[in-house]
Every structure is written in structure tokens, then in C-alpha cells.
């Protein structure tokens, strides 16, 4: 939702001459065995630029253990769980005693790997004092700003560790965060943890852009993901940018979105078309025919007016087109809210960036600020993660760490 | 999970003989017309015995008005609305004026029904004085008694109409909820909802019994929905059982039982497989070699013990094999309780039988009072439904009620 605009290429600190010189480092990742199944290994870890799954089970954990040894050793084991998983198979060995308990949970025996994916990141919290990790800490890291609007709550907010487990089923989604939450018995506990959905890819023959809970087209205007190049501008840590361990690694932001479906329901469809700046049914920029058509900012009315308002969704989050973000968002329902007696429900943003203060942030600032959707929209939830380059068969998730 | 014991014929009051002559009445429904569409109109409501499809959306709704005639006016329009999702039509005409709400919510366009159905029933709440409806209360309708054990919270439970929506796509299935509340606006508002899934048949292919969050198969004693005559014995009200309008129905009964994962995911798998009386991975009896051999209660090991113990789940939810149900549940899973930091997962057990006080209640009071799973499960949500017979094009969902 946010981002919706077509932003422009990020042009970065660096420029775009330096980056483009140094990419070509980070790939991407080898082809999948099965078209259900996507490597966990490769130079970069997978759910980031992978096409969107169906579903998204996204968990924060806090680490309890007092001990700096614990968590590389935790990293280790869901490693080897992670990628277990990956490939359809259970946790740990299953001919193991039965006088303990079972190593895996079950509920995901004889299904098909769904093209699982898990997307590991560190929070600013686990760089204060209390693991020596101070010194790590990458640059880019650092607790999201308060925006104007935030109505944060605290059970959907920050985390230690953030893992977005994405796949095409979501008990399997379900089944890879309840094993993780069971490995790191003892080291780390659940902080919070949303489940998200869009159409599932057999409900959209068309392979069309999905729809978010607004009611509009989401992702019309996101980078395109099997543009390496692209890729390494606006998702990838470069070389350039940062020490050692976060290259080849990215930032996930992690916004819980509440949409006030109702008070939406009962907007007028001019209204609605004009707080996004698109069409509904056809995705089209207003002044336009086709979804992909491009965005005329300066268009105006007979009247003189801006066709597309100057308060809309697309222009707001497009600013001056300098910057982009990867958005790899879901629509979320969790019942209603006691408080409100109305649907809990809304979207699940995750965004994928090089430097959220040099990409998220300055669009959401803009957001928060000045976008017509805000009337019909809160931000209840917020995280960022530092997310590890990816892993190596025999290496393990987050080593550089250590 | 309640009631996977392999349960015999039901042999209700009115006895086998006379209950078989009076079959053949609801012969079931006709065909659909795509893979993915399942027909509105027929003798008796879809979502029955219609095969599990992989996510449901249940919805329970409060009357806010105080004018009797509102409801029949309110049914009439969700039965226009609940027929046009199911062919995958969007709600009203699209060709509406732009200077109105739009009349469908918008996020299923371009989307396949997806096997969308709906199933409408109400709780003993409508017959209360409010509508003068109290003489057409079924005989068989009542709120259910307390059983030992229950820890029910009002926000998950009762609720003057119950829908169970169900779809191959959860963001069908949301968007048919959605639109029936707004649709309401005014009449009646959601008083809780749920979200539940199973492996998605894509995941699956092999059309095994799905899973529960306890790892364990879930389903394989379920009756044959195939078999016109047994449906009539176990699920649809035959006319020696009741007046007129619920011929032809159904009562579902609907439990949110949460599941404490953590405790189980602890527990060593003899002591699983001794809780349920079925082996894990197999799902077979204990004692027995394959998921549907007999469950032979009379086993007894060398030392002269029961091969399926006393309290075990498949012996106590079986009894004496007089009754049988028709579960119809799926596995949810909200995030975290924070009351207790952990999993607030589990499952939204929903059945279908012909009297809930001859079935459904003997059998939980049975598991309430000595199932062994009662260690790790605890009943949180609650009601039950009166769902009427089906209804034929031109007519609408519970006319028979006024």
C-alpha cells in the first residue's frame, strides 16, 4: 500500500555509477530442484527477491538467555532446521526414541515443501549491552523514527530476531515458525507473530497483481525483482556500504497496517480513486487507461486542477522518485478488535531495502505527513531488521556475526 | 479432534428403519458447474457435506436492530450477495454510480469462486423475545450446557446468526465476510470471527486425511459424506424430527479449542500416541498397522492391559458407537495469548449432525469429563446453530422461518 507509486530508480549516496560498478556480487540464487521447492543456501537468503508466496507467518522473538554463546549456537540449529524444512523434510530424525519427545511437530508430515522460504534478521535491541554485540551493529540499524500518526502498540512491535517465513500453504508457513519457537526453548520466546495472506496463485489464473484489502491493485509500481542490477541498487547491502558481515544482506521493515475496512466501505468510489491516485478496477493512474501506464504527476483538469490530488496515495510515496523499496506486503485478518467492536484487519508491509533510513523512511515520513489514505489507515505495529547475507551449505545463518 | 474415534451408525430415537423410510428427501446437490464454483441453490445448504475446502471464515452476528421485520429483509440480501461470490460475481452492479460507496468491497475481483460457499444457521439467542420468534424455535436448538473443563471468553462465543464461510482462497473467503457485515450495517454487526486452514489440497497431493496441530491426522472415522443415506441418519433433520423450517437443516455446533503447543510439543510421542489411541505417523489404532483398520478397543498387551488405554481420545470420544457427527474443523492459529506469551493456536472444531443434544452434547460430556487430550487442550469459544435447509433460486436463506 505504501509505495504504491512508480518510484524511480534509487540513487543512492554513492551514486549510481559506484553501485553499478560494484554489483554483479550478489546474483541471486540457484534454480529450485522442484518448482515446490526454493534452496535455502545461496549468496543471498531467499524471500527476499523470491516472487511472493502465497502466505506469510512473520515471528519477532526476544532472546531470554543472559549467555552470548547461546545464540550463535540457536543460529545453528534453526539452520539446520530451516533448511530441513525447505526441502519438505522433518526437523531432526525421526526414528529417534519415542520415550522423547517427537523432534518435529508433525502437522507438516507428507506435505510438499510449498516453497518455503525463511528471511532471518537482527533487531537494533540485540546490539545494546548484554551479548557484546555493540560494535556490530551495522550503521544503517537503528530504531525507526516515531511518525506523525503512529498508534504503535507493544505487542506488535520490535524484536531481537525477526523471521519472515513465507510459503504456498499456510500450515506449512505455521508448522516452520512453531518449530522454530520449539528449538529455541530456552534461549528465545515468541514477541509476536502475524500471519498474513494475498490470492492464492490458483485463485488468479492471470498471474495479475494482487489486490490488498483497500480493495486496490498493491505492488503495480514495485522494482522488478529478476532485474539484478536493480536489485543491487535498491535491496542489496553493497560492498560500499556497510562492514563485512551485513553485505549481501538487506533491511526488512515490518509495519502492521490496521485499514479501517469500515469507515473505507462507506467512501464513495471518486473518493477512494482519488485518495490512491489510481483507478480501482483497472489499476490505472488516474488520467490513465492501463495499470502499467505511467503516472502524469503535472496533468491537470480542464478546470486547472491536478488530475491526480495533490494529497494522493501514489504521489505522496513516489516524493521525487529518487528512492525505492522492495514491497513484499500481505493483507492480514486476526477477528475484531475488542476495543473498536470492528475487523481487525489490514496489511502487513514488508519492505526490503538497502538503508531504511536512506529509503523507508523518508517516504514514510512524507506518508505520514501528507497521504489521503491516512484517514483510513493506522500504523499499530513497526520493526526493522538487520537481514544476514545468505548462508553457505556448512556455514549457518547470521555467522558473520560472530 | 474431538470425536476421531472410528464412531458407528447413529441409531437416533426415531430409530434406524423409521428414519431410512423418510430418506432419500434430501438427495444432496446438484453439480457444480466449474472446478471451482460450488452451486448456491439446492435442497440443502452447501458447506456440509460439501468437501472441506482449505480455509474457513466463520462469522457469528449480533441483530442490532429492534424491528422484526428487518431480519427476512437482511437474509434477503445476503442470500443475493452469498449467490453472485459463489459464481464469483462481485456483490451489486459495478456499473454503479461513482458518487456512492462502491457496492462489492473490491479485493476478489478477478478471482475464481474458489469453491466459495455459505452456510447460514441461527443461535437460540434470535428466538428470544426480541423478535417473536420464540414459538419457531427447533426443538433441537439450545444453548449448549457448561461441560467440566470449559474455559469459555464471551468474545468467542454465542452470536444470533451463524456463517461459516468456506473457500479454497482465504481472501475469498474474507471478502464474503466482509461484504455480508456491510451489508448488515445497520441491522447487524460481527460479534466474533475466525479464521481456520488445513493444508491446502495443492500441498497435498495425495488427498491423505489433513493434519492437526497436534500432528496427528484429523478425519479418518469422519462418516461418508458420499453416502446419501448415512448423511440422512447423521446430519440432516428428517421430517419425523422436526417442524417444518429446519427440514432439510442442519445443526452445527462450533468450539474454538485452543491447543497448548508447547505443553505437547514436550511430550514424549509414546505419550501422544497413548493420548489419542493412534499412532502418529500412520494414523493407524493402536496396536493395528494402517490409518483406517478397525480400532480394536478389546486389545489387550501381554500384561493384560488395554492396548488403547482407558482415557485415550479415539475410546472415549467412540463410546458406545450409537452416535456419530459429521466433523467439518480447521486448524487456527492468532497470534500470541498475552495472557501466557504463548501460541494462542489450535483448533475451530465444527460439526454437523441432526440434534445437537442427542449427538454432539453426550460426546463432549463424555471427552469433558475423561479424554486424555483434556491435558493439553482447553475449550475457549463456543455456540451453536440451527442451519436451515437449502433454498431455490427466487427464494431466500430462512424464509421458512417467517
Not at 553501485?19 to 527476499?48: C, K, Y
Not at 480493495?215 to 525483482?225: E, S
Amino acid at each position: 500500500m505504501a509505495g504504491v507509486g512508480g518510484l524511480g530508480l534509487l540513487v543512492g549516496s554513492a551514486g549510481v555509477g559506484s553501485v553499478l560498478a560494484e554489483s554483479g556480487m550478489w546474483r541471486g540464487r540457484t534454480a529450485p530442484r522442484s518448482n515446490e521447492q526454493i534452496p535455502f543456501h545461496g549468496d543471498v537468503q531467499a524471500g527476499i527477491v523470491t516472487p511472493s508466496q502465497n502466505f506469510v507467518c512473520f515471528a519477532a522473538f526476544d532472546l531470554i538467555t543472559t549467555r552470548a554463546e547461546d545464540l550463535p549456537v540457536l543460529l545453528r540449529k534453526w539452520t539446520d532446521a530451516a533448511a530441513r524444512m525447505t526441502e519438505g523434510r522433518p526437523v531432526g530424525d525421526e526414528n529417534s526414541n519415542p520415550n522423547l519427545p517427537p523432534a518435529d511437530t508433525g502437522e507438516a508430515f507428507g506435505l510438499s515443501p510449498s516453497k518455503l522460504t525463511f528471511t532471518f534478521g537482527v533487531g537494533p535491541a540485540l546490539f545494546d549491552s548484554r551479548f557484546g554485540l555493540a560494535a556490530k551493529r551495522p550503521s544503517a540499524l537503528g530504531e525507526l523514527p516515531r511518525f506523525p500518526g503512529d498508534q504503535l502498540r507493544a505487542e506488535w512491535c520490535g524484536g531481537d530476531i525477526g523471521v519472515q517465513v513465507c510459503a504456498d500453504d499456510l500450515q506449512v508457513a505455521f508448522h516452520a515458525v512453531r518449530n522454530l519457537a520449539r528449538i529455541a526453548r530456552g534461549t528465545a520466546v515468541l514477541r509476536w507473530t502475524q500471519e498474513g495472506f494475498q490470492r492464492t496463485a490458483a485463485a488468479s489464473g492471470s498471474g495479475d497483481t494482487p489486490r490488498n484489502l483497500l480493495g486496490f491493485k498493491d505492488g503495480t509500481a514495485n522494482p522488478d525483482t529478476k532485474d539484478a542490477k536493480l536489485m543491487n541498487q535498491v535491496v542489496w547491502v553493497q560492498p560500499s556500504d556497510e562492514q563485512g558481515w551485513m553485505r549481501g544482506g538487506s533491511y526488512m521493515v515490518v509495519r502492521r497496517i490496521r485499514i479501517r475496512v469500515e469507515v473505507w466501505d462507506r467512501t464513495h468510489l471518486n473518493e477512494q480513486e482519488a485518495t490512491f491516485g489510481r483507478h480501482r478496477d483497472s489499476g490505472a493512474p488516474l488520467g490513465a487507461k492501463s495499470e502499467f501506464d505511467p503516472v502524469q504527476l503535472d496533468a491537470k483538469t480542464a478546470a486547472g486542477d491536478p488530475v491526480i490530488p495533490v494529497n494522493a496515495h501514489v504521489r505522496i510515496a513516489r516524493g521525487d522518485g529518487s528512492m525505492q523499496i522492495l514491497r513484499r506486503s500481505y493483507s492480514y485478518s486476526s477477528g475484531i478488535d475488542r476495543q473498536t467492536g470492528q475487523l481487525d484487519a489490514g496489511l502487513l508491509f514488508i519492505s526490503y531495502q538497502r538503508d531504511p533510513f536512506k529509503q523507508f523512511v523518508p517516504m514514510q515520513q512524507r506518508l505520514a505527513k501528507m497521504d489521503a489514505l491516512n484517514e483510513y489507515i493506522s500504523h499499530v505495529g513497526s520493526a526493522v531488521f538487520a537481514c544476514f547475507p545468505g548462508v553457505q551449505p556448512g556455514g549457518y545463518i547470521g555467522e558473520g556475526l560472530f
